[in-house]
């Protein structure tokens, strides 16, 4: 089979962001499955429903994007115990204008990071109860990754052999998940 195009969602604007260090390493070690893609969502303005129409341009071209991606991968940090305030103003953008969704029937896993204990377990959890509600087919299970200096290293090598072992079969897991769908898709049409 093909590899599948991964599109990937960091939701941080930070420029040394440790969540796309993760996202970086995560696309690395599943480069045997995806094809991966990162999906900018920095350039699109405040959702607006004055703006739908038509959609100014990073937003066709966020829209299009995700449209054209097999399965979407979401790594992001946790601000104020949620979602950061970028991400879910892309995620609001993917879901308009009415009717012209690009999030439905898309297979997604979702991961972070941060220097917490906890890492990013509520902002998990919030963000699994938003993409649901947008349609998308979530990857069951937990990956919460507390990010140490160096865990990445500049070549987006995982130093921790642990940590390098948990995020191989996180990615794998979700390559077997989103490949069974792109198989159901493709037997339906």
Same mark, same amino acid.
Do not use: M
């Given at each position: 089979m093909a590899? &599948? *195009?991964?599109?990937?969602?960091?939701?941080?604007?930070?420029?040394? +962001?440790?969540?796309?260090? &993760?996202?970086?390493?995560?696309?690395k070690l599943g480069a045997n499955d995806f094809e991966a893609h990162f999906i900018a969502i920095d350039d699109l303005p405040m959702y607006n429903q004055?703006?739908?129409?038509?959609? !100014?341009?990073? #937003?066709?071209?966020? *829209?299009?994007? #995700?449209? %054209?991606?097999?399965?979407? &991968?979401?790594? %992001? !940090?946790?601000? +104020?115990?949620?979602? !950061?305030?970028? &991400? *879910?103003?892309?995620?609001?953008?993917?879901?308009?204008?009415?009717g012209k969704s690009s999030w439905p029937n898309k297979p997604a896993a979702v991961i972070g990071t941060s220097g917490g204990a906890i890492s990013t377990a509520v902002a998990q959890q919030h963000l699994r109860a938003v993409l649901g509600n947008q349609g998308l087919h979530l990857l069951g299970g937990e990956a919460y990754i507390q990010f140490k200096p160096d865990l990445v290293d500049a070549e987006a090598g995982v130093t921790d052999e642990s940590v390098r072992g948990f995020l191989k079969a996180f990615i794998d897991r979700f390559a077997g998940f989103a490949g069974r769908f792109v198989l159901d898709r493709a037997a339906a049409a």
């Open positions: 590899k &599948l *195009k991964l599109g990937i969602i960091v939701g941080s604007n930070r420029r040394e +962001s440790i969540n796309r260090k &993760l996202a970086q390493a995560l696309a004055d703006h739908e129409q038509p959609v !100014p341009a990073p #937003v066709a071209r966020f *829209k299009a994007e #995700v449209e %054209t991606s097999d399965a979407l &991968l979401v790594v %992001t !940090p946790e601000h +104020s115990r949620s979602i !950061p305030a970028v &991400l *879910k103003n892309a995620i609001d953008w993917g879901a308009r204008p009415w």
